[in-house]
């Protein structure tokens, strides 16, 4: 059976979701129709916290309501097969669908390395799944001694989830030198690192796993420098890989890159075929080199660029590029980076001029809750425009850092940043005469 409607979408996260609800605001006569293919969903950036911070694992659900509210019909199937000519997608079991526009919003799947013993009982994935996810919380919190491979955002966050567990020993290993190597400074991720520890989190940076033994399930891990661990289970937070089959299977170009080629407006090399989230191609912002960044913020943003210019170019695109804009909070402790790092910077050719300094993000410091920040920034030492910055203290970095990404998104000087006009208020931020962002600016400016 073959069901004709105007907007097909084929996914179910966030992607998915802000893609629909921006359709229906910009086409509201349009029939828009999501095919998904996992029932119940979950919030990408919450999966850490189903394990200790939350009461249930069901408080993570990635609701249906922006559907329902705006009038989407949702099937629960998985496409098969794109037919370009005729504009059709073909489900598995279901039939198929007519389209005049499709959005694929497919996402990603988890990264498998291909290590010896990976496929035994107590190896965790970190897939989007509730159900999967429910048993993966119940069976964790019955074990003794779990080792997380990988040091960036996903490893970092569950180590420090998982440190919460009573009787859990908690073991975290990188291949690289220090933790969160490529959204960081070493004065920024050594923080991490020496916050995990201080949990009692065994950090292991500089070695890898050559292999998992044991019978059915995972007993032990051999690492490169010969060292072994005694485990009961083992967490992969490696990061993931671009689900592009259904986009190649329908000879839809890629980038050099991994995922699916797009251009600024979110359409793939088939005009009515567009893609948005982390199956879409990303483009570094300054250098357009292929850049690895899959984050729920910028899936969405691209949704929001993709539903707005599905039929015709509504929303002109000014930011023509992808800002790595992270941040993650370890036990307190919230570190933000957005655009380059010093050490990317140096390594793309950019001759920088970087400002720190360190503060308070409320004044007087003495008031309750105040705490230590910590801001540097990049900028270009010719034009004084800024390519990046990093933060790290209390909370309110989680916005400052989005005040950073916005000045990257913009290309401000150091001069504006200096001069730049703020809100001041003794609980809500730093004083305005030290505020950390304008005397970090004032710093670079200084160091021409």
Not at 33 to 45: L, S
Not at 62 to 70: D, H, I, T, V
Not at 81 to 100: A, F, L, N
Not at 431 to 445: E, S
Request: proline letters at 4%; charged letters at 25%; glycine letters at 12%.
């Amino acid at each position: 059976m073959e069901k004709k409607v105007d907007v097909l979408i084929i996914g179910g996260g966030p992607a998915a979701i802000v893609t629909a609800v921006t359709v229906r605001k910009y086409y509201p006569d349009k029939e828009i129709q999501v095919v998904k293919d996992i029932e119940k969903g979950v919030i990408p950036c919450g999966i850490p916290y189903m394990f200790a911070s939350l009461k249930d694992p069901e408080e993570n659900e990635l609701g249906s309501a922006p559907f329902e509210k705006n009038n989407v019909d949702v099937a629960i199937a998985k496409a098969v097969k794109i037919d370009r000519d005729k504009k059709t997608v073909e489900m598995e079991d279901s039939g198929s669908y007519r389209y005049e526009k499709l959005v694929l919003a497919v996402g990603s799947t988890p990264v498998v390395p291909p290590i010896p013993g990976i496929d035994r009982r107590g190896v965790y994935h970190i897939y989007k799944d509730m159900e999967y996810l429910k048993k993966c919380v119940e069976e964790v919190k019955k074990l003794k001694n779990i080792l997380i491979i990988g040091g960036g955002f996903i490893g970092v966050e569950f180590a420090d989830e998982l440190s919460k567990i009573d009787g859990l020993n908690v073991y975290l290993v990188e291949v690289l030198p220090r933790l969160l190597a490529n959204s960081f400074d070493p004065e920024f991720s050594g923080l991490v690192e020496t916050k995990l520890r201080s949990k009692g989190v065994n950090v292991l940076t500089g070695t890898c796993v050559k292999e998992f033994t044991g019978g059915e399930r995972v007993e032990k891990v051999i690492l490169s420098d010969g060292g072994e661990i005694d485990v009961d289970g083992v967490m992969l937070g490696i990061g993931a890989v671009p689900n592009i089959k259904l986009a190649s299977d329908a000879s839809l170009d890629q980038g050099r890159g991994k995922g699916i080629w797009v251009d600024e407006y979110m359409r793939t090399s088939d005009p009515d075929i567009f893609a948005v989230g982390d199956c879409a191609g990303k483009r570094d912002f300054y250098t357009r080199k292929d850049a690895a960044v899959m984050l729920a913020s910028t899936a969405t943003a691209e949704a929001r660029i993709a539903g707005a210019n599905l039929y015709r170019l509504k929303v002109v695109r000014e930011n023509k590029g992808t800002i790595a804009i992270y941040s993650t909070y370890i036990d307190g402790l919230v570190l933000g980076s957005a655009g380059l790092t010093e050490g990317s910077a140096k390594k793309e050719g950019f001759e920088i001029m970087t400002g720190s300094v360190e503060g308070m993000d409320k004044h007087p410091a003495t008031l309750p809750g105040a705490s230590k920040v910590k801001v540097k920034l990049i900028f270009s030492r010719q034009s004084g425009i800024i390519l990046g910055g990093q933060v790290a203290g209390g909370m309110s970095c989680g916005e400052m850092i989005n005040l950073i990404g916005v000045a990257v998104q913009k290309r401000m000087s150091y001069t504006e940043l200096e001069t730049l006009q703020m809100a001041t208020h003794p609980y809500l931020t730093g004083a305005p005469t030290v505020y950390p962002i304008v005397l970090a600016a004032q710093n670079a400016g200084g160091n021409p």
